[in-house]
């Protein structure tokens, strides 16, 4: 197997991909995969098939929830961003949920750094292949692929549960005693009692009532240490702001667009301006499609069909256009 730094440099090569044309899913990346559909994961296989690291990554993988439970079935999933190196596949819930299934995003760790954020290389952002700084509010978590140099993982899975011991479950405690007045003795030993006021803090906090810490319940922990009653999710990254320009170019401000038109129909998706797996599995709800969260030839035709154009299958400039002409119109 190859290196990290190999991985790295390869991700570092597609700076600045985009898409032919625009909108399209299909660039080099998806020529190589065989599919032209939501690639960002896709950019990650495609990475470690040019650096030797395609048994690191644990193999080809276009479905981001397939590729966080194939970290965590082999050993090397993290929850959180504790611990985290360069090298390291990094998966993002847009929603803020930090559960697996709702992964709809990922990227390659080419930084971390002192505040805890980490510079990531990733494919279909923007409907490009581009750098960007995310922190811990979407990060479900992260898989250390098994490189010829790769760094043993922190201690456990990044998760408090029965059993554990340290300072993490200390704090734990404190926080617990302090937010729901648990009265637990402050002794670092995750048992029976801290699990069952943790399972009554998540109750109350409307998370997943598991008896586990991990990144669902540490948001929700910030949010009452901070005199809130509910986890704080991630703002939409971009606004719908005025009329699209009918240019045939599916980029982030049709996209926008399109997500605030899906969510007036009731979608509740974060409006980003990116077609990721969940934008798609809304927008084929829409169309009335299986949502599978892959945009092929099915949605596509489904998708000429609603906003006319040629029913080909292949969403070119054409469909952009009617797409674009039926959002300003309020249509879609």
């Known amino acids: 197997m190859g290196t990290a730094a190999g991985m790295i440099e390869q991700a570092r090569l597609l700076l600045g991909l985009g898409e032919e044309p625009p909108g399209s899913n299909h660039n080099r990346v998806t020529k190589w995969y065989g599919i032209d559909a939501p690639w960002c994961n896709m950019a990650i296989s495609f990475e470690a098939g040019h650096s030797a690291n395609l048994d690191a990554i644990g193999g080809k993988f276009a479905w981001t929830v397939a590729h966080a439970r194939s970290f965590q079935k082999r050993g090397r999933w993290h929850y959180g961003l504790g611990g985290i190196r360069a090298g390291d596949v990094v998966f993002i819930d847009w929603s803020g949920t930090r559960v697996i299934e709702n992964i709809d995003h990922v990227g390659l760790v080419e930084a971390v750094h002192s505040d ?3 510079t990531t290389l990733e494919g279909n952002t923007s409907d490009r292949f581009l750098r960007r700084r995310r922190t811990g509010s979407c990060v479900v978590g992260y898989g250390r692929p098994s490189y010829d140099d790769a760094a043993a993982l922190p201690a456990g899975d990044g998760m408090l549960r029965r059993g554990s011991t340290g300072t993490r479950v200390r704090t734990l405690q404190e926080n617990l005693n302090r937010v729901i007045g648990a009265g637990l003795d402050v002794d670092g030993d995750f048992g029976p ?50 009329m699209l320009a009918v240019d045939g170019e599916f980029g982030p401000a049709t996209c926008t667009a399109m997500q605030a038109a899906l969510n007036r129909q009731g979608a509740g998706i974060v409006v980003d301006g990116s077609l990721g797996t969940q934008t798609a599995k809304a927008l084929q709800k829409h169309l009335g499609v299986t949502p599978d969260g892959v945009v092929g030839p099915d949605t596509v ?8 154009g040629s029913v080909d299958g292949e969403w070119g400039a054409d469909t952009t256009r009617h797409l674009q002409t039926a959002l300003n119109a309020g249509t879609f």
């Open 116 to 118: 805890g954020s980490v």
């Open 193 to 242: 009692r801290t699990e069952a006021a943790l399972r009554t803090f998540q109750e109350r906090l409307h998370v997943d009532v598991d008896g586990e810490f991990g990144p669902q319940s540490a948001a929700a922990m910030r949010a009452a240490l901070a005199g809130r009653s509910a986890p704080i999710r991630p703002v939409p990254r971009l606004a719908v702001v005025g």
């Open 301 to 308: 035709r489904a998708l000429q069909r609603r906003v006319g």
